[in-house]
């Protein structure tokens, strides 16, 4: 069984587009050979490490989900079904285990704006989106963004949001969170069920399995080549746990143990899935509010990001940005009519599941597969299952994929290369846009080339 240490590797990333080979949906070739390709995309190369790697981005899915079904009443059960059915296209697709994740702006905005951004509006904000996407997608402007980026700049992008995700999970981890009103409670205890002593357990113990990645993991085989056959293979069971996936099952457990009645509250069965009336003040509202703020972060995070660190983890699998931009925009033209909520791809969720062991289409796919089976089974009462699953564990979780986004920026090898990324991601840390941040990274990065005239 293969080691479970897993870490980004380092080398150099081209800073022009790969041509679009095998691995993009828009290939034509005969049904067998494309049988053979979905078939070979879905393969397991690590049966415990890719179930271990499907747990890596539920630290930022769930947190999202379980806000928006408190706070705007959605559906969880069909956003269940259609969420795992996205995984399991873009995993035969792809065959790396890309992330479905929830538009980030538009849930912050309509967790924040009350009963004035409620489910019509998000959903219209997710077509808009989404169409928007799939415009720029087929007409290959998103190609020749691609191309035009430059890579520092990127980087900056990919540092910003990662560390924007390790300070949400400490966040989660030190303060009691009411992701209803998308607000913090107080400091959370110590000790208890969800309590610090917990999450601080779980992130050492994942830690100890994990450590820092392949390349640590590379040195301390070397390190220890001729040691007691015993301790080296107490090492190896070691770095072979799932640790992720355990830590989801504890998280799982002490839900059910935190809230026993819990049980009698469930109803089986999927929810009704309905197609929305949505009125023409939503279409305007979620297009102002949602769209036009979730625009720059889904460009660039769920399309340039992901298509950049595709590059540096899975060096022999290249999609190109048309693709991609394609299949995060058909995802959102077809689900948000019937209640699904608006969902991206992310450089975030791609890494979290590296991080943990994902390295095919297999990965998401089983992933998708019980998010399907929960949602047809259990429906929207799920919700009170998620509402008793500790938060601190979660927070764990969202540390870890935060941290190995972050680590995708060491490949820099000049100043002026850091410089320009620091640029952009302070900007876009501190003034909360990814946008903004672009913009001034894309201005400093102009001068620099300038000033060499």
Not at 391 to 414: P, Q, Y
Request: some cysteine; proline content about 4%; hydrophobic content about 45%.
């Amino acid at each position: 069984m293969e080691s479970q240490n897993h870490h980004i590797p380092h080398h150099q990333t081209s800073q022009h587009s790969p041509e679009t080979t095998n691995n993009s949906p828009t290939s034509s070739n005969s049904p067998a050979k494309i049988i053979h390709k979905v078939k070979k995309n879905l393969v397991f190369q690590s049966k415990w490490a890719e179930i271990n790697g499907a747990m890596g981005d539920l630290g930022t899915y769930i947190p999202i989900v379980l806000a928006l079904t408190l706070a705007k009443d959605l559906d969880l059960g069909t956003t269940l079904i259609f969420t795992g059915i996205y995984n399991i296209v873009t995993g035969a697709i792809y065959g790396v285990p890309m992330p479905v994740q929830p538009m980030k702006s538009i849930a912050a905005v309509a967790i924040s704006n009350g009963s004035d951004f409620g489910i019509p509006e998000i959903m219209a904000a997710g077509i808009c989106t989404g169409g928007i996407l799939f415009a720029l997608g087929v007409t290959g402007l998103m190609h020749l963004a691609y191309k035009l980026i430059p890579l520092p700049v990127v980087r900056g992008i990919q540092l910003s949001q990662g560390l924007s995700f390790a300070m949400s999970a400490v966040k989660y981890i030190r303060k009691v969170q009411d992701f209803a009103k998308s607000k913090a409670k107080g400091d959370r205890h110590w000790l208890g069920l969800d309590g610090l002593v917990l999450a601080i357990v779980c992130a050492c113990f994942i830690i100890i399995v994990n450590g820092a990645g392949e390349e640590s993991a590379e040195r301390e085989a070397n390190d220890h080549e001729e040691e007691r056959p015993k301790r080296s293979r107490l090492r190896r069971i070691v770095a072979s746990l799932p640790s992720a996936f355990i830590v989801f099952l504890l998280g799982v457990i002490l839900a059910f143990v935190r809230r026993p009645n819990v049980v009698k509250d469930i109803n089986f069965g999927p929810s009704s899935i309905e197609v929305l009336k949505i009125t023409k003040h939503a279409w305007k509202e979620g297009f102002i509010k949602g769209t036009i703020p979730q625009l720059p972060l889904s460009v660039l995070n769920s399309v340039i990001a992901v298509c950049k660190l595709s590059a540096d983890l899975f060096p022999g699998k290249h999609f190109s940005a048309t693709s991609v931009s394609v299949t995060v925009g058909l995802m959102n033209l077809v689900g948000c009519w019937f209640g699904a909520m608006p969902c991206c791809h992310g450089a975030g969720g791609l890494a979290g599941q590296y991080k943990f062991g994902g390295r095919s289409g297999g990965c998401v796919a089983l992933l998708g597969a019980a998010k399907m089976v929960l949602g047809l089974v259990l429906g929207s009462s799920l919700v009170m299952v998620l509402d008793q699953f500790p938060v601190g564990v979660l927070g764990v979780l969202l540390l870890f994929a935060g941290i190995e986004l972050a680590m995708a920026s060491r490949d820099m090898n000049s100043k002026e290369e850091f410089f320009v990324m620091l640029v952009c991601t302070s900007v876009s840390l501190v003034g909360s846009s990814a946008a903004l941040g672009f913009v001034c990274g894309i201005v400093v990065h102009v001068l620099l080339k300038i000033k060499k005239f």
